[in-house]
């Protein structure tokens, strides 16, 4: 039972549109009730607290850290395109959203992750193994029979309490088996939490393979314009949803509700972006491998990239982010970025805009990511002009 009334109010089922297609959803879902004279869109509600007297009821708006109205028509669409019945819960960032999840991992537990995962949640996992002894085990993602190693434990080393999964990686873009991930982690009592950031829920949906928690930073495709920061967690369990939603309102990592009408508007147009960076990305993956100015290229699309099977079989697109690292190492990496021009020199992902960056530039990324390698990630923009950008930056270093 959530320990804060007025939380969450789940999605109207009756009120959903009769949509099947998750192109569908994401210009349908969070739409106010068709009534006569009724906005298509819903209103941004700017308030802090709300009128309450008595015993508050369960779906009764009291504090806008517990919940405002303004977050439901977004929660409602995320959790309709994830597929689970409970809504989203959005977070004032990605970080906020993962923090959320490891909170699941009890003092003293296990949390079992990839080596080449977001290098900030690396680090608060490393956080949590100062503060809280948790042990924290770094795995390569695509083993499959390594990770469940790790997370059924043995000897003095007790089964992991929570596997955590990117898929694809950032930003070596391995693949995981999730089905199997997800089986042999919940053999082994383990809960499974997947970062979903890099497919989106049109590419990738976990809980249909069998994930407890999934997480995204919002900031990225589902908002998709670069101009806000947030993030979501959801659940389909009721009790792990409770557990998030008091994690959220207790740590205060909640988002203004501006930003995230802002998020349901840029999520409108999410299969269209979606559709049109995953084509580029394939078209200049493509092109890359063949480019003399470069040494390796990474992108699912490819048939000889190791996760193409796994890609194939499990996702419905291969997702718009490259890994590349050209001829010359570092050096030749750092000219690239420098000598871009429609490219945008920039971290983070996920917006209209393309943009690239050597990973490695951080003190804090993971040691076994090379150190030339550029993440790339494709926007919407014509494909021949962000080619000959990039392939005169390639030749010119």
């Known amino acids: 039972m959530d320990a804060y009334p007025g939380a969450v109010i789940p999605p109207d089922a009756s009120a959903r549109p009769p949509a099947t297609s998750p192109r569908t959803l994401v210009v349908a879902a969070g739409r106010p009730p068709r009534t006569q004279g009724a906005p298509v869109n819903p209103p941004v509600v700017l308030s802090s607290t709300y009128v309450s007297q008595g015993v508050p ?172 920061v947030l993030g979501a967690a959801l659940a389909t369990d009721p009790a792990l949803h409770a557990r998030l939603h008091d994690y959220r309102t207790v740590h205060g990592a909640v988002a203004g509700p501006f930003e995230v009408w802002l998020a349901l508007r840029g999520l409108r147009t999410l299969a269209l972006r979606v559709e049109r960076a995953q084509a580029n990305a394939a078209e200049l993956a493509r092109r890359l491998a063949d480019h003399p100015g470069v040494a390796v290229v990474r992108h699912p699309s490819l048939p000889d990239d190791p996760g193409h099977e796994r890609a194939a079989r499990l996702m419905a697109g291969f997702g718009s982010i490259l890994g590349v690292r050209p001829v010359g190492g570092r050096a030749a990496a750092d000219a690239v970025v420098a000598a871009v021009r429609l490219w945008v020199p920039a971290t983070s992902l996920g917006g209209v805009e393309s943009s690239l960056e050597r990973r490695r530039r951080f003190a804090t990324e993971s040691p076994t990511v090379p150190d030339d390698l550029l993440r790339l990630s494709v926007g919407i923009e014509d494909v021949e002009d962000l080619w000959r950008d990039l392939d005169a930056a390639l030749r010119a270093v």
């Open 57 to 228: 009821g369960p779906d009764e708006l009291l504090y806008a850290r517990i919940g405002t109205e303004t977050w439901h028509p977004f929660e409602q669409a995320l959790a309709e395109l994830e597929g689970t019945p409970l809504p989203a819960l959005v977070t004032g960032s990605g970080m906020a959203a993962i923090a959320a999840a490891f909170s699941l991992v009890p003092p003293g537990g296990r949390l079992v992750l990839p080596r080449h995962c977001y290098q900030v949640t690396i680090g608060h996992a490393h956080d949590l193994a100062q503060r809280s002894g948790v042990t924290v085990d770094l795995v390569d993602i695509d083993d499959t029979a390594a990770v469940l190693a790790a997370v059924a434990g043995g000897g003095e080393r007790r089964p992991a309490d929570l596997l955590w999964v990117e898929s694809p990686t950032n930003p070596m873009l391995e693949v995981a088996d999730l089905p199997a991930l997800a089986a042999g982690a919940h053999a082994a009592g383990a809960l499974v939490g997947v970062d979903n950031t890099f497919a989106t829920p049109l590419v990738q949906r976990p809980f249909e393979h069998g994930a407890d928690v999934v997480v995204h930073s919002v900031t990225k495709y589902l908002a998709g314009h670069s101009d806000v």
